[in-house]
């Protein structure tokens, strides 16, 4: 090959195109022609024109300019796109495109995406949630119990994580009921327990107060209690 060719092939330029428009531009209501006609005006603005007409992005589509004009058009009715002005070293007023509005609408699309993938998370973490208690407890939850669990989802923000931890806490202790599990949950809370770790360690605490034996019985007390590791599945 002609080493010419590949330096000017190189000189040329490269266009970096998101995944994120790509995967995205149908949700955001572009078709294959609205992305081409994007990503030419990336290139135009890349070698410097900032506003090209749409004869100069006809040329390089399989549009004609009339049908250019009203894709650009369509595309800044959307707020896809936008026309601003700037001023040049010379104090010339100009116009540009600017692309701003399309990246801040992918932002928003990605956000909203993330929410979703939280959502769904959440759901199956709360669904999970009554089968671990259902599992311990040996038998389906009365509706007042499910209410319980609700509440403390809903209107105390317990994490799901913590709830089940609790659960295990009152398990270990022989006491498997809710009046318990929430007791065991309105002191973690008031203790500012938000993690595992840190409910773990308020488990060891409590254990640890247990053990201590009162005066008059410390030599016939040689039993531990055991210890349970929350962190394991």
Known sequence: MDKELIVSWMEAGMIQVPNLLLRKYKEIGLDEKDLTLLLHICTFIESGNGFPTPEQLAERMTVGSDECSGMLRKLVQMQLLSIEEG??????????????????????????????????????????????????????????????????????????????????????????????????????????????????????????????????????ISKTIPFYNWLEP
């Open 87 to 220: 001023i040049s070293e010379d104090e010339i007023h100009f116009e540009k495109y600017s692309l701003s509005p399309l990246w801040l609408r992918l932002a928003d699309e990605l956000k909203f995406e993330k929410k979703q993938d939280d959502l769904k998370n959440t759901m199956h973490e709360e669904s999970d949630l009554y089968t671990v208690f259902e599992q311990e407890f040996g038998r389906p939850l009365s509706p007042m119990e499910c209410e319980n669990l609700a509440m403390w989802l809903d209107d105390d923000g317990q994490d799901p994580i913590i709830i089940k931890a609790a659960l295990r806490e009152a398990v270990m202790s022989g006491k498997l009921s809710f009046r318990y599990i929430d007791r065991i949950l309105f002191n973690w809370k008031r203790n500012g327990v938000r993690t595992l770790e840190q409910a773990r360690m308020q488990g060891i605490q409590f254990r640890q107060k247990i053990r201590q034996p009162s005066q008059s019985s410390t030599e016939s």
